[in-house]
């Protein structure tokens, strides 16, 4: 088990295909998400040198995946760290190692001079259970996000 910095377009691309893909199973709501497009565009955000992707292997597979955003705040131009989307396969979540993607991210916003990291969980993944991981890794409450289908 590695967490790795991956730069490679393509294994960048391989690694968002084997987690959404192998995910499908546990994750009703990511069932219509499509790889390709969201590697498309995350790959843009790369390019632009504001984004950073973690991957969590065992062995050649991805198991799991953070992408990371680094950018100041702007309203306050505070420098801050946002995960964008970060996945650990349902069978990997209860595990010590899946938090070693979160220490790499984490490092990462200290090393940039990042004063803040926000994170997100989307409401399909026990909002409850989320709230208290996060609290017990000192996280506190930032946000509530809202959503319309129209």
């Known amino acids: 088990m590695s967490v790795e910095r991956v730069q490679d377009s393509d294994r960048i691309i391989k690694a968002i295909q084997q987690v959404l893909e192998q995910g499908r199973n546990g994750w009703t709501f990511y069932a219509p998400a499509r790889p390709e497009f969201l590697a498309q565009r995350w790959l843009a955000i790369c390019a632009a040198g504001v984004g950073t992707t973690y991957v969590d292997y065992s062995g050649a597979r991805a198991r799991g995946l953070l992408l990371g955003l680094f950018v100041p705040c702007m309203i306050t131009g505070v420098e801050q760290a946002l ?27 200290k090393a940039r001079g990042c004063k803040q990291i926000i994170v997100g969980s989307s409401q399909f993944v026990r909002p409850e259970v989320m709230r208290r991981f996060y609290r017990r890794l000192g996280y506190v409450p930032h946000a509530e996000a809202f959503r319309k289908d129209i």
């Not at 995960?83 to 916003?109: C, I, K």
């Open 83 to 109: 995960e964008y989307l970060w996945l650990e396969l349902p069978s990997y979540r209860r595990y010590a190692h899946a938090l070693t993607v979160l220490a790499a991210f984490e490092q990462d916003a």
